[in-house]
């Protein structure tokens, strides 16, 4: 019998098969200053986070964590995610995904991408042992760990890469998806510059910038979102957020936006502001409200 801890860790991976790998002497990092700063991502993984069997809902999220392609803010935007989340019932999974800012891999600007489809597969392959349901997987995506979260959710049916074992046969679409300031487009004014030469450094034709500005690949099929964004975000416009809703809106995917007036970037939880921090209850009624829609 499969039993899993609070913080049980898995390999993304089979030893010895990660797509995209170069042999080099780079070592992940790990700094803790404040927030938890993770770079040079060697070993991706998800690290699951389960409520009492007696408090699960069935619903799961994966969490991307943020940090402009350059690192993970992995216990600010991933771990004290997961934790919030199981108070609420609710199954929370870090993926610590690779960076394109590594020097261990090659067509870099794919790897977030292949790291997230195989965390979804690799989730739901285990939703039994996970006590979830494996259509009630979503994610949830911070910054640039939103910007990875809105390509999951626009180009999970895109192969890029070849399947590895049983899991890889399962899909990658998300069934919802929850966006908090995120990055959506590299082709408007208002993108996050940062984010977009880490991750196409090199590469920054106008067809890749296309194929990354997420709005622009929104179907019927996108799932349900909610998109929760600061006004006065001064790192990621809020314009990236109403850019992906209008997306939404005009394909008739049922999309839910809260905007607040002030909070800046980052602010994660947002657990000293009053106002601000009631975002996570809008969360949990939206999730309610999908329960509902079923």
Do not use: C
């Not at 402009?68 to 995904?97: M, P, Q, R, S």
């Not at 049983?166 to 996050?192: E, I, W």
Request: proline share 5%; aromatic share 8%; hydrophobic share 35%.
């Amino acid at each position: 019998m499969n039993t899993f801890a609070q913080d049980t860790i898995i390999p993304l991976w089979p030893e010895g098969q990660i797509p995209n790998r170069v042999p080099s002497g780079e070592r992940e990092i790990h700094e803790k200053e404040g927030i938890l700063r993770i770079s040079k991502v060697q070993e991706p993984t998800i690290e699951v986070y389960l409520p009492a069997k007696q408090n699960a809902t069935g619903q799961a999220m994966l969490i991307f964590p943020g940090g402009g392609y350059h690192i993970l803010a992995y216990d600010w935007e991933g771990t004290d995610i997961a934790k919030f989340l199981n108070g609420k019932g609710i199954a929370g999974i870090v993926v610590k995904y690779r960076l394109p800012t590594s020097e261990s891999l090659k067509e870099k600007h794919n790897v977030p991408l292949i790291d997230a489809q195989r965390a979804m597969r690799l989730v739901r392959s285990n939703a039994d042992k996970f006590n979830i349901s494996p259509n009630k997987i979503g994610i949830m995506g911070f910054s640039a760990g939103g910007h990875l979260a809105s390509t999951l959710g626009t180009h999970y049916n895109e192969k890029v890469y070849e399947a590895v074992d049983g899991a890889d046969a399962l899909s990658a679409r998300p069934d919802f998806m929850n966006l908090v300031y995120p990055v959506v487009t590299f082709t408007q004014t208002t993108k996050h510059s940062g984010s977009q030469k880490a991750l196409l450094k090199g590469n920054e034709s106008e067809e890749m910038l296309k194929h990354f500005s997420n709005e622009l690949h929104v179907t019927a099929d996108t799932p349900p979102t909610l998109l929760v964004h600061a006004a006065d975000d001064k790192s990621v416009p809020v314009e990236n957020s109403l850019m992906f809703f209008q997306a939404l809106k005009d394909h008739g995917v049922s999309a839910t936006m809260h905007i607040y007036p002030k909070g800046g970037h980052g602010f994660s939880l947002a657990r000293g502001d009053r106002h601000l921090r009631t975002w996570t209850e809008r969360l949990f009624e939206w999730m309610e409200s999908l329960e509902q829609a079923d």
